[in-house]
């Protein structure tokens, strides 16, 4: 074990995500394309949330210790673990597109209600891990009815996304020696609320990660899930 300084603590967790997400590329061949392409909106989507969590969850005072790079590294990254161990554990290959029964402005249509849904219930004085959440547990109620044969792949993609957080969250208490100073030091929310409050909202946060993005990729990009 080992002390990370306030200004580390943030590089040093995305670099654990980074390494993960890395041998998932290297090892599992099968989903490196979808893999790959995902890590692309992490590049770009990152920035923009992990700007919204600072505002409440994470500490604003410390945001001079966050660059846009620590989440882009652990946006990017969380989305390349997601995808690939959900599309690998579904055993189905992506093949040929569908027939497009989901129409691409319902897909826009989506993405926008959840963007909105998270920022509106934001700016009604929820938490915005919280409003975040709820908004993505509903955006992945609407996907399935637009894909009811996705449904197996969202629940595996939250238990994916929960029980990858979770490990990555283990390895980093392990490895470092103040891993609780550096959680006062960060998030208001703990301070506040204890530990087992803030496990509880980034457990439903990780949970509706995956059920939303670990079917992203068929989705998206109208494919079938074929038998490998």
Not at 81 to 104: D, K, Y
């Amino acid at each position: 074990m080992f002390v990370v300084p306030t200004s580390g603590a943030w590089l040093t967790f995305a670099f654990l995500s980074f390494m993960l997400c890395s041998a998932l590329l290297l090892f599992c061949p099968s989903t490196r394309r979808e893999q790959s392409w995902m890590m692309l909106w992490g590049i770009f989507g990152g920035p923009l949330v992990s700007a919204l969590y600072w505002t409440d969850f994470w500490r604003p005072a410390m945001a001079r210790v966050y660059t846009p790079f620590e989440a882009v590294l652990f946006g990017s990254s969380f989305l390349g673990i997601v995808t690939a161990l959900t599309l690998w554990w579904a055993g189905h290959a992506l093949g040929p597109e569908r027939p497009r029964t989901v129409l691409s402005k319902r897909k826009v249509y989506l993405l926008l209600a959840v963007i909105l849904a998270g920022l509106g219930l934001w700016g009604l004085g929820t938490n915005s891990v919280v409003a975040t959440t709820a908004a993505l547990f509903v955006g992945t109620i609407f996907l399935v009815g637009q894909r009811p044969d996705l449904a197996p792949i969202a629940f595996r993609g939250a238990l994916v996304s929960l029980t990858s957080y979770a490990t990555l969250i283990a390895v980093f208490i392990l490895m470092v020696a103040n891993s609780g100073e550096l959680a006062r030091a960060f998030s208001p929310f703990y301070v506040q609320h204890g530990l087992v409050q803030t496990e509880f909202v980034l457990g439903f946060w990780a949970a509706a990660f995956g059920a939303f993005f670990g079917p992203f990729v068929p989705w998206a990009k109208n494919l079938r899930l074929l038998p490998r």
